[in-house]
C-alpha cells in the first residue's frame, strides 16, 4: 500500500477479474504474483476465500478506465497463466522424486547439498521423537514430514515464487495422499519466520521446524561458519530463537542432547569437525 501511494501522484482505484480457471491454483502463488510483479491487491470473500476480482491503482485519468482495466487483464492473466503452468507441471512430479533431485542443491560449500541437509534432520527429528517416546505410527509421520520437508525447493513454483517454499509441498503432499498432519508440518516447517510468529501448529510441524533450525545452527559452527556482528547470511540468530520457541512448548526435549545428535549426523557424512569446540559453542 505504502509503494503504491508512492508511485502515483494522482491515485485511482479501479477493479479488474481474471478467469475463474485460476481459482484452482493455490491462492498463495496467484496472490504473489499480483502483488510482488504488478502490485495488484487481491480481494477475498466474507469466508476469507480468493475471489476473481482484483484492485487496481492507476495513475491515469479516469474517463479512460475501461482502457486500463483491459490491458491489466491482459497482464495478469499472462502471469496467472504462468502461476497455473508451474503448479500443474509439479504436480505430475512425485515428491519423493523432488527429494532426490536435491542433491543438485547446495546448502553450504562446506556442508554438502540439500538432500544431505534433509538425512541430518531425518536423523534429528528421529532422535527428538525418541525422546518423547512417541510411538510407531508417530514416529513414521514425523520421519515422513522431515523427509519431504524440502522436497519443493526444486519444483517450478518455488524456484519462480521463492517465498512459497513449504507452502507449496503442503499442497503436492495433500495431493499426492499424504497424511494431513504431514502436509501441514511440511507447509509450515520454516516457522517462526520473524518475533512473534507462530510456531507449527501440529506436533510433527514443530519437531520437523526444530531439526531443520537445529541443524543450521549446529553444522554452520561446526565448519566455522557462525553468525558475526556483520553477517549472518543463514539467518542462525533467527534459527535459535525459532529453536527456543519450539523447546518452550516442548519442555521433554533435552536439548543438548539434540545438539549431539546433530553432531553425530554431521559426523556420519564425514564432514570434519572439532567435536567440543562445536558442541560448546552451539550451546
Same mark, same amino acid.
Given at each position: 500500500?505504502?509503494? =503504491? ?15 475463474? &480457471?485460476?481459482?484452482? %491454483?493455490?491462492?498463495?502463488? /496467484? ?25 487496481? %491503482? ?10 486500463? %482495466? ?5 497482464? =495478469? ?32 560449500? *562446506? ?5 544431505? *541437509? ?8 528421529? @532422535? ?17 514430514? @522431515?523427509?519431504?520437508?524440502? @522436497?519443493?525447493? %526444486? ?67 561446526? =565448519? ?24 518452550? &512448548? ?8 539434540? /545438539? ?11 564432514? @570434519?569437525? &572439532? ?9
Amino acid at each position: 500500500f505504502d509503494e =503504491v501511494v508512492n508511485l502515483c501522484e494522482w491515485p485511482t482505484v479501479m477493479v479488474g477479474t481474471f478467469d475463474e &480457471e485460476f481459482l484452482a %491454483v493455490p491462492h498463495e502463488i /496467484i496472490c504473489e504474483s499480483m502483488l510482488s510483479n504488478q502490485r495488484y491487491f487481491p480481494t477475498y470473500d466474507k469466508d476469507g476465500k480468493l475471489t476473481r476480482e482484483f484492485v487496481i %491503482v492507476s495513475n491515469g485519468d479516469s474517463a479512460c478506465e475501461k482502457t486500463i %482495466v483491459n490491458g491489466n487483464e491482459r497482464v =495478469v492473466r499472462a502471469r496467472l497463466e504462468d502461476a497455473k503452468f508451474f503448479y500443474e507441471s509439479d504436480m505430475k512430479v512425485p515428491l519423493d522424486e523432488f527429494v532426490q533431485r536435491l542433491d543438485r542443491v547446495v546448502f553450504q560449500k *562446506k556442508l554438502g547439498t540439500m538432500l544431505q *541437509k534433509v538425512t541430518r534432520i531425518e536423523a534429528l527429528v528421529g @532422535a527428538a521423537a525418541t525422546q518423547l517416546e512417541l510411538d510407531g505410527a508417530q514416529t513414521k509421520l514425523a520421519l515422513r514430514a @522431515a523427509h519431504l520437508a524440502k @522436497a519443493d525447493l %526444486v519444483s517450478q513454483a518455488v524456484v519462480e515464487f521463492t517465498s512459497q517454499q513449504g507452502v507449496m509441498g503442503g499442497y503436492y503432499a495433500g495431493a499426492q495422499g499424504e497424511d494431513s498432519e504431514v502436509s501441514a508440518a511440511i507447509a509450515q516447517h520454516y516457522r517462526p519466520r520473524f518475533a512473534g510468529d507462530a510456531i507449527p501448529a501440529n506436533l510433527y510441524g514443530q519437531l520437523v521446524a526444530l531439526a531443520d533450525k537445529l541443524d543450521t545452527i549446529v553444522s554452520l559452527f561446526a =565448519v566455522g561458519e557462525p553468525p558475526t556482528g556483520s553477517s549472518d547470511p543463514f539467518a542462525q540468530r533467527r534459527a535459535a530463537l525459532g529453536c527456543i520457541a519450539i523447546l518452550r &512448548e516442548l519442555p521433554k526435549l533435552d536439548a543438548a542432547a539434540l /545438539i549431539d545428535a546433530g553432531l553425530d549426523a554431521l559426523a556420519q557424512q564425514g564432514i @570434519a569437525f &572439532e567435536l567440543g569446540r562445536a558442541r560448546d559453542e552451539v550451546r
